[in-house]
């Protein structure tokens, strides 16, 4: 089968999702455009067609509507409204320009998925947390954007937890940690910058939400009632009872009791911190996916995205 990572790059540990050009560190944009492959554009032309029956095939145009298409292999992109604004890779690379060469980032990872559809970069901030047992986990900054109206351009804190490289958005209660930026208006690096506020206020909160997770104490009981309301599929649309996903549930719960990477630390064993991270690491490493890169798009952008998103959601309740 077909791989959804067009092609990507990364510096240091290979990625939980095993795939990519491994660099030297501290390597030019230039360079990384060209490991990551992302050096190209994105195009755009008028949308045609020849309508059947006409005399000679004749061509007809789509008023306000544009195909967009790469510059390399001019293979199409998407069919979108003449009003959408285009967000190149290139500037998803350029985004993180001072941030590496005067704010302490460190770019680790970019890559393009679906044909060019969708484009990431990754970067290390700096911030990092030690949890009991010496469990590291360590802040990112993610830019992303896709050419085909399933993403808006989205700069989101997340964090990677070093024992097992789960991955966990840093989305707070007030709404911090991710700024949207629809492609009905102009991408503005510095507005997103600065709307991000770059400063340290998310990490620290998300740094107390995480040790206050790291030292409640779960029963059994509370446990599966957690994994429960988490690993439910949505309700039918014909009103019928949501079900629970008993086949994830009884993966995640293995994970929890003993089997997850990092389990048996401190932090994680017997906690909630340990329930958020065996949902993370299902999501993120044993989730059935039709592929590796299948299941990075879920996990960062998809329905993974959202079943994490879920079990931080819950885990608070558990600490409030």
Not at 65 to 86: E, G, H, I, W
Not at 175 to 195: E, L
Not at 219 to 224: F, G, I, M, P, V
């Amino acid at each position: 089968m077909a791989h959804l990572v067009e092609s990507m790059a990364y510096v240091g540990q290979t990625p939980w999702h095993g795939l990519g050009n491994e660099l030297a560190r501290h390597q030019p944009l230039e360079v990384w455009a060209q490991q990551a492959g992302m050096n190209w554009h994105i195009q755009a032309g008028d949308v045609r067609y020849i309508a059947q029956g006409d005399h000679l095939g004749s061509i007809h145009a789509f008023p306000g509507q544009k195909v967009l298409y790469r510059s390399d292999t001019k293979a199409p992109l998407s069919v979108v409204s003449d009003r959408f604004q285009v967000v190149q890779p290139e500037e998803i690379l350029s985004f993180y320009k001072d941030l590496t060469e005067a704010g302490g980032y460190e770019l680790e990872t970019a890559g393009v998925l679906k044909g060019g559809r969708k484009l990431w970069a990754l970067a290390r901030t700096g911030q990092k947390a030690v949890l009991k047992g010496r469990d590291e986990v360590n802040g990112y900054l993610l830019l992303a954007t896709a050419c085909d109206g399933t993403l808006a351009t989205t700069a989101q804190f997340t964090s990677v937890r070093v024992v097992c490289n789960n991955t966990l958005a840093i989305a707070l209660g007030d709404g911090a940690g991710a700024v949207r930026v629809s492609h009905r208006s102009v991408f503005d690096p510095d507005s997103v910058k600065r709307q991000l506020g770059i400063a340290v206020s998310s990490w620290d909160s998300f740094m107390v939400r995480m040790k206050a997770l790291a030292d409640c104490k779960v029963t059994d009981t509370a446990a599966e009632a957690f994994l429960r309301r988490v690993l439910t599929y949505p309700a039918a649309a014909d009103g019928g009872q949501p079900a629970v996903n008993n086949r994830a549930l009884k993966s995640v719960q293995e994970l929890y009791n003993g089997h997850g990477m990092g389990a048996e630390l401190g932090s994680a064993a017997g906690t909630a911190w340990g329930l958020l991270g065996s949902v993370t690491e299902f999501v993120d490493h044993h989730r059935r996916s039709r592929s590796t890169d299948h299941r990075l798009d879920a996990a960062w952008f998809g329905q993974g995205a959202a079943i994490k998103q879920k079990a931080w959601d819950e885990a608070l309740k558990l600490v409030a």
